[in-house]
Each structure stands twice: as C-alpha cells, then as structure tokens.
C-alpha cells in the first residue's frame, strides 16, 4: 500500500539511536504502510515495532547486500511500489547504506521522501556545548597514523567543531593521540546517547582521558572543537621567505611557518610552494 496512493516512492526514515521512543508518528505510519521496508537490522527494526505493537514486511538491506538488493528495489519503486528505507539507529547514509539507492532513485527521476528524526551526531553536536555555527562531519575518526597525520594537515586549521564517530575499544588511543596533537582543542566524547547509561565527558584530550579510564563500552560520538584563536606573529608571506632564506628546506620551514602564524600545516606548505615558485 503506497503512502497515499499515486507513483512509487522511496522513504528514507530515522528511527531512534538508543531510546525506541524517539520516532515520529509518520515515520510509524510509513513503515506500517509501505510495500517493503529495507533494513539494515531486521532484527532490531523489527523489534522496534513490536515495542510501537506493529509490524512491517521487511527486507535485509545493508552494506554485503546493497549491490545485490539495489535493482529490484529500483525495478519494484519503478512499478509504484513505495520502499521504505531504514537503518540499524538512526538516520540512514550517515555511516549507514542507503547512498546507492538514493542516488540512483535521483538519477532515475524516482521521488524519495525523506522522515527526519533522531541523528547521534546531531545529538551529539547540540549537547557538547561546543559551536555549532560552523561544524565539519568526517564519519569514523581515521585509525592509522598515515590518514590521522593527513586529516591533522587537513583540518588542524578548520575553524569548525569536528564531530566523528569512533570505536569504543579505540577511544583511549585516539585521545592520547590528540593530546599529543591537538592538546589545546576542546573535546567531548558523548557515550550512548538518549539511552539509560548516558555519559559526557569535557575537557582537553588528556583530561577526558583520566575521566573515561578503562571504559571501552558503549556507542561514541567524539567531537573536537574549534582551535584556539592565535594572533598572526608577522605577515605570512614575509615569514615563508625569512625562513628560506635561513636555510631550511621545505618540509621544516612549514612547519615553522604553522607553529607561528596558526596555519594549517597544508596552507602553510602552499606559501613555502608558492615562494620557491612551485
């Protein structure tokens, strides 16, 4: 049965991240009308239901079956099905599968609805207490120490809450990470949102550290806020050129360059570039 009869569609749906009170009216009605729900935890949306005293048909749709799934789902939205779209905890696409689908139902001409609701790191970016006028969402916070130092290049200078996701078995090491390379950053680790056990932890990397202990349990959205104002030693450009001009190579000179100007280490490469005219 299509939500109000007419073309087929696709309903991308949030569905609660921890307390199964935290989903909308329509969001209910849609998963109790569509044709098929695709699920990336059948299990747990189905158990979801149960809690509201409904029940859907659903379909497992997630990350081992996207490719395989994609096309009859396109083919039966098509035909004027209506497909309902959720994922394990809250909103679809957001580290969750969903992606494919959507941009094909786009580039097909097929209409997609979208039902907001709960989002952990929209949550998590409202409760932190950090700013959220300018807020960058990178995913899961990177794990090796290659992509960690290029996100630091990346993003070090971003005048912006970062909010990310991580493992609670590695958040102990990633915070030692930081503290040792973004220690005057503000950070709040926010552990199992909107469920009984609830924890936020502020302060600096090493000072979340010493609260979390040996805690590796529990769903994590980290969040690092924006860098420290630092006023500019001397015009940039005029100090590329002092610290070439003294011998240092490129490498050393940016990062010279960055400690005293407040540059990220990649601006900060780019005008020692531009001075040796590369």
Not at 181 to 198: G, L, S
Not at 232 to 246: G, N, Y
């Amino acid at each position: 049965m299509r939500e109000g009869g007419g073309p087929g569609r696709l309903s991308v749906v949030a569905v609660p991240i921890g307390n199964a009170e935290d989903i909308t009216l329509r969001a209910l009605r849609v998963l109790r009308e569509a044709d098929v729900v695709a699920a990336e935890d059948t299990r747990t949306t189905s158990a979801l239901l149960a809690h509201h005293g409904q029940t859907a048909r659903l379909l497992s749709y997630h990350d081992h079956s996207e490719a395989d799934r994609l096309p009859a789902l396109l083919a039966r939205i098509a035909a004027g099905e209506h497909v309902a779209l959720v994922s394990e905890a809250g909103t679809p696409l957001v580290n969750d599968p969903g992606f494919r689908l959507v941009r094909a139902c786009v580039e097909a001409g097929l209409q997609v609805d979208v039902l907001p609701g709960a989002s952990a790191p929209m949550a998590a970016l409202v409760g932190a207490g950090l700013p959220v006028d300018r807020f960058f969402y990178g995913g899961f916070f990177p794990r090796d120490a290659g992509p960690r130092t290029a996100l630091a290049d990346e993003l070090g200078g971003l005048r912006a809450t970062l909010v990310f996701f991580e493992s609670p078995q590695r958040l102990g090491a990633t915070l030692d990470w930081l503290a040792s390379n973004w220690a005057e950053r503000q950070v709040v680790v926010a552990r199992n949102i909107t469920r009984k056990h609830e924890q936020w932890l502020r302060g600096t990397a090493a000072e979340v550290r010493l609260l979390l202990g040996d805690e590796d349990r529990g769903e994590v959205v980290l969040l690092l806020g924006p860098p420290p104002e630092r006023p500019l030693a001397e015009d940039p450009d005029a100090l590329a050129a002092t610290l070439l001009a003294s011998g240092m190579d490129a490498r050393a000179a940016r990062d010279a360059l960055a400690e005293a100007t407040g540059l990220s280490k990649r601006d900060a490469y780019r005008k020692i570039l531009d001075r040796l005219g590369k």
